[in-house]
């Protein structure tokens, strides 16, 4: 069954933008621009008009992506369902996360997954937090991993399980001077050490597109100050060079269970109040689910809920 034209006009609507639209589902401008003429003809109404550079969805155009959704949800369990079936001793599944997450979880995940379903079709798709959530609601992925936003109060079209929560922590080379400053303090699961004690040095800053990247700026701004900065884009690359002493990053608790560096840094707690992430498996919240996303998000659970 074809379920192209809802998912082009609600992908539409959500980026107000022909070419961010077609960008993001992977067609042509002129594709995507027949789509939506074709279903205004259709249906006789405008579904879309232009305000300044956006295209914003007219009353006919938001009444039709209210059932569009729901065919889109329906569309979905469908096919996943119709998949599970057909192969019901081999099955699919497609995990959406973070690469920075990835390199620590699915190696952890999948030999035990693949011991369990080992005729499973395994599909890994690695993108930020945006991409995973968009995955998720268009159907492509059936489960995400990623770290859940704590500014953020709803997700409506996902549902989210937590598997653990995991804290800031600041990680620093085994031969510098910060590791004898920490104190054990409630409620921090590393021992902490005060930030103004830092402002001399040197921090290694992700990308503003990356996690790590506007919380490093947040605490900056608790602590009042402006340090010097290298930025980069790969969170394993700041904890090796903070190992070897070439300055000092944030990091999540993760990153303290499973990175690996020859040198072996040191994680502290920071931040006036601890820092803290819940790391959970979505899913939409209509969605099929099969014995195999069932299994995962046990196995996920039962590797990384023990380490908290």
Known sequence: MDFREPLYIETLAKYKSVTRAAE??????????????????????????????????????????????????????????MRDLSNRDGGHIAIAITPSRGRYVLPNILPEFRMRYPDCEIEIYE???????????????????????????????????????????????RDSPYPAMGQWRKGFHYPWIDLNRLKGETFLVNSSSMRMGPLSHELFEQYDFRPKMIRTSDLDLNINLAAQGFGVCFCIEISADYCYSVHKPVFLSVGQTPQSFSFVAATHKDAYFSEQVNGLIHIVRQIFSKKR
Do not use: W
């Open 24 to 81: 993001i589902l992977g067609i042509s401008q002129p594709t995507l621009s027949r789509c939506i003429i074709a279903a205004e003809e259709r249906y006789g109404v405008r579904l879309f008009e232009r305000l300044g550079k956006q295209l914003i969805l007219t009353h006919a155009g938001q009444e039709y992506i209210k059932k569009g959704h729901e065919i889109l949800s329906l569309g979905y369990q469908l096919q996943d369902m």
């Open 127 to 173: 993108g930020d937090v945006c991409q995973v959530e968009q995955l998720l609601e268009e159907g492509t992925a059936n489960v995400g991993l990623f770290l859940r936003d704590p500014k953020r109060e709803e997700y409506p079209k996902l549902k989210m399980e937590e598997i653990c929560t995991e804290q800031v922590l600041l990680c620093v080379g």
